[in-house]
């Protein structure tokens, strides 16, 4: 068996779409990779020119040093293959139980792709379903970007109410979809050149009748090469046709199985 299969095989993880990414080994092929290359080039020029299809991924040190801190020795399956898919520019709506560290799967690609703050708007939006899970994933985004200044704003009550939006730089807003839709109507939030966009817990969206607020937010972000991404720990039907109509060549993955 080819070796991302069998990877894929020990992980349970299943993956379907055209042309996925290999799943990771480890943290820290994230960024050996550009050294191999660097290798390659030296003693193999012309092979390069074969192999630039490879990846690339350039991991600043800053991270994988956080996730040695945080004491995450591996990276967790849906960590395994879905940082590479988005990290290969590719959208994806992945489906792994509550706990498997689906929060690490979507930050940790958005901040090497980020590179470092900048004041060009909103940059990256992550969709949650209640305050709760939103304040959560802001504080887990806080630990992973550490060391670095990044930009990582929660939108409160407060924000919400008193912000001069037009002027809003952030390189990573975390909301609910429902103040995300109060603050773009009313607010004149301009979400046109978000880079990326994810519908965390995305099953709930449905269950707590979000879509609609869901949907203006997705509008809202127009940017043409916009990268998305949706999580779940299930993956009914309404998920999975919301995932098809708003991703292009999206890579489907599910860990373990679809409605465990
Ligand atoms: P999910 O969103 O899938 O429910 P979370 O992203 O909230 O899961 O992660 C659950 C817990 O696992 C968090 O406490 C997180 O810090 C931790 N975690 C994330 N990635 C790893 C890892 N690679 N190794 C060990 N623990 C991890
Ligand atoms: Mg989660």
Do not use: W
């Not at 992980?11 to 191999?36: C, M, Y």
């Not at 900048?118 to 304040?135: N, Q």
Request: aromatic fraction near 6%.
């Amino acid at each position: 068996m080819e070796r991302d299969a069998l990877v894929r095989k020990k992980h349970n993880i299943h993956t379907s779409g055209s042309n996925v990414p290999s799943p990771l080994q480890d943290f820290a092929e994230l960024k050996s990779r550009v050294e191999i290359k660097v290798l390659i080039f030296i003693y193999l020029k012309h092979i390069l020119c074969y192999m630039d299809s490879g990846v690339r991924y350039g991991c600043k040190r800053y991270l994988l040093r956080n996730f040695a801190e945080l004491g995450f020795k591996e990276p967790t399956p849906i960590q395994r293959q879905a940082i590479p898919v988005l990290l290969s520019g590719r959208e994806c709506f992945a489906c792994a139980p509550t706990g498997s560290g689906k929060t690490l799967a979507f930050v940790c690609p958005m901040l090497m792709k980020l590179k470092h703050a900048s004041k060009d708007g909103v940059r990256a939006v992550i969709l949650c379903p209640t305050r709760e899970l939103a304040a959560q994933t802001a504080r887990e985004c806080k630990k992973l970007a550490k060391g670095k200044k990044f930009y990582i704003k929660l939108m409160t009550k407060q924000l919400v109410k008193s912000a001069d939006f037009s002027k809003l730089h952030c390189d990573i807003l975390i909301s609910t979809p429902f103040r995300l839709q109060f603050a773009i109507r009313k607010r004149k939030l301009d979400l046109s050149r978000v880079e990326y966009l994810v519908l965390d817990e995305s099953d709930k969206l449905f269950e707590l009748d979000l879509v609609e607020q869901v949907d203006s937010v997705v509008k809202a972000c127009s940017n043409p090469s916009i990268l998305r991404s949706l999580y779940s720990a299930t993956l009914p039907d309404s998920v999975e046709e919301l995932a098809r109509t708003i991703m292009h060549d999206a890579v489907r993955i599910i860990v373990g199985r679809k409605n465990a």
